[in-house]
């Protein structure tokens, strides 16, 4: 199968506006994720809505392709991507992975775990889980938690802490159950993800304000393999300065 890596990279953030150009350790952010991506896929492109970030991609040698302002995830930016990009290489891609334009830290050991998802044909769309083992991850609002099926699929995702176990206390959670956070990568066949943009919003996805929701609802499987590694995303000028603090870069 051929692979495309898009990483969509808006310029209008409402809490950091221009982040995937923000400077870390002598890099912009776009940059950071697209050299960390491309040691696990051939072809990589940047989905931007900016002639800045584009021009920042040009500049560092990467590819970029301009995408419209009006689309309401990355998951739509991708698809849009995945037409251009196709011209770009003079190729079709069978699948495509979604990689997440502020986390500059991804390990390319995730992308490839998303990838291995679809040595089974029949996987539609790929994500990763990592088992949470902090009370505070099991409770947060910013952290949305998946439960699986016994193929490892995606029954439900929730910011609410699920399962909810009954007869112990909420501090004793993380002993008793094995709870899963979500790690914001996927992995799309590439018919499947002309078909998910064309769906409607759904009431659970409104609900909990989780986009994945409006899949499965509908009757798509999420697969999913398991990190180790810790998702560090940059949403806010606070985080980057604490990655900064913590010589991450």
């Known amino acids: ?25 002598g890099k912009s952010m776009v940059r950071r994720v697209y050299e960390q991506s491309s040691k696990a896929l051939k072809y990589v492109i940047v ?6 970030i584009m021009k920042a991609v040009h500049k560092f040698g990467g590819k970029a392709v301009m995408t419209s ?3 309401q995830s ?9 037409e251009k990009a196709e011209d770009i290489f003079k190729m079709k891609f ?20 998303v990838i291995s998802c679809f040595k089974k044909k029949t996987t539609q769309i790929a994500t990763l889980a990592k088992p949470i083992n902090k009370y505070d991850d099991i409770f947060s609002e910013k952290e949305a938690k998946m439960v699986l099926n016994n193929k490892n699929e995606v029954i439900y995702f929730s910011r609410s802490p699920i399962p909810f176990i009954v007869k112990s206390r909420q501090k004793d959670w993380v002993k008793k159950h094995l709870f899963y956070k979500h790690i914001g990568i996927y992995g799309y066949r590439a018919d499947i993800l002309k078909e998910i943009t064309n769906l409607e919003q759904t009431a659970l996805e409104k609900a909990e304000s989780l986009e994945q929701l ?3 609802e509908n009757g798509y499987k999420i697969k999913v393999e398991f990190t180790e590694f810790e998702s560090v995303s940059i949403d806010t000028p606070k985080d980057l300065k604490k990655v900064i603090e913590l010589g991450l870069m």
Not at 1 to 25: C, H, N, Q, V, W
Not at 47 to 52: G, L, N
Not at 74 to 82: N, P, S, W, Y
Not at 96 to 112: A, C, K, T, Y
């Open 1 to 25: 199968m051929e692979f495309l890596g898009i990483i969509p990279a808006r310029y209008g953030s409402t809490r950091f506006p221009g982040k995937p150009l923000a400077d870390i350790g």
């Open 47 to 52: 989905a931007t809505d900016d002639e800045k």
């Open 69 to 71: 302002k009006k689309h």
């Open 74 to 82: 990355g998951t739509d930016r991708c698809a849009e991507a995945l």
């Open 94 to 113: 069978d699948a495509v992975i979604n990689i997440q334009g502020d986390e500059p830290f991804i390990q390319p050991e995730q992308l490839q775990k």
């Open 214 to 216: 409006r899949w499965i």
